[in-house]
């Protein structure tokens, strides 16, 4: 069965570093999401993408925040100067068409910000 | 803003006994309501969905949840559970108008013990 794959699996960084966490999304899919979790809090929607371009995002998707579709297969979020408060679990999730409403979830990237 | 509210944080069951976790959510429009599971080092995975119909939905391994308006609930319930069963349970919401973005509540853990 296909699944959503993301890299690394673990990301340690330093605050003030840039990192990007990649995400491959179920090939035929078309819409793309990145949620994120805090530990102890719950998943927290922060972008989706379609057709190249971000469709919605949330508050939390600030200016330090990007994301990209780079080559048809890869999906990215950066994080351009990262945080402590960014420490969390990062989530990317995969979509067939807007009315299955069904999301794909990869097994998420673990962002360590020291 | 929409809210979801998920009751129990962490449920202890033995096997064979019946399972009823809450979810409330809090929007007075046209919503789409989903379950997912996610089990140890696994990823999240859809357990059912309900968009309109038939307020009863069955879902995988035995699952259901009943989707009651007036209550503004969508409560996940399983007869028999089993020790595979010992996993996160998360609610989520779509609201008509947010988009395809999934609302989280907490979530609630599930331990089932032989």
């Known amino acids: 069965e296909p699944e959503v794959t993301q890299t690394p699996s673990h990301q340690v960084t330093q605050m003030g570093q840039e990192v990007i966490l990649r995400c491959v999304p179920i090939s035929n899919h078309l819409y793309f999401y990145w949620y994120r979790q805090i530990l102890g809090q719950k998943v927290e929607f922060l972008v989706s993408f379609y057709n190249n371009e971000i469709s919605e995002k949330s508050e939390i998707f600030d200016d330090q925040f990007s994301v990209e579709r780079p080559d048809g297969s890869n999906f990215t979020l950066k994080i351009r100067s990262t945080k402590l408060e960014d420490s969390a679990m990062y989530f990317c999730?995969?979509?067939?068409?807007?009315?299955?409403?069904?999301?794909?979830f990869g097994p998420g990237t673990r962002l360590t910000v020291t | 803003a929409q809210s979801v509210s998920q009751h129990n944080h962490h449920v202890i069951l033995s096997e064979a006994a019946s399972l009823e976790l809450g979810c409330n959510y809090s929007y007075g429009g046209t919503v789409n309501l989903f379950w997912y599971v996610q089990y140890p080092g696994q990823h999240l995975q859809l357990l059912l969905k309900?968009?309109?119909?038939?307020?009863l939905v069955k879902g995988i391994k035995g699952f259901e949840a009943e989707f009651i308006k007036s209550k503004f609930s969508f409560n996940l319930r399983k007869p028999s559970v089993q020790w595979s069963d010992t996993a996160e349970y998360f609610c989520a919401v779509n609201a008509d108008n947010s988009g395809y973005a999934l609302n989280f509540g907490k979530g609630t853990s599930l331990l089932v013990t032989p």
């Open positions: 309900y968009f309109s119909g038939d307020p």
């Open positions: 999730a995969s979509q067939w068409e807007a009315s299955s409403y069904e999301q794909y």
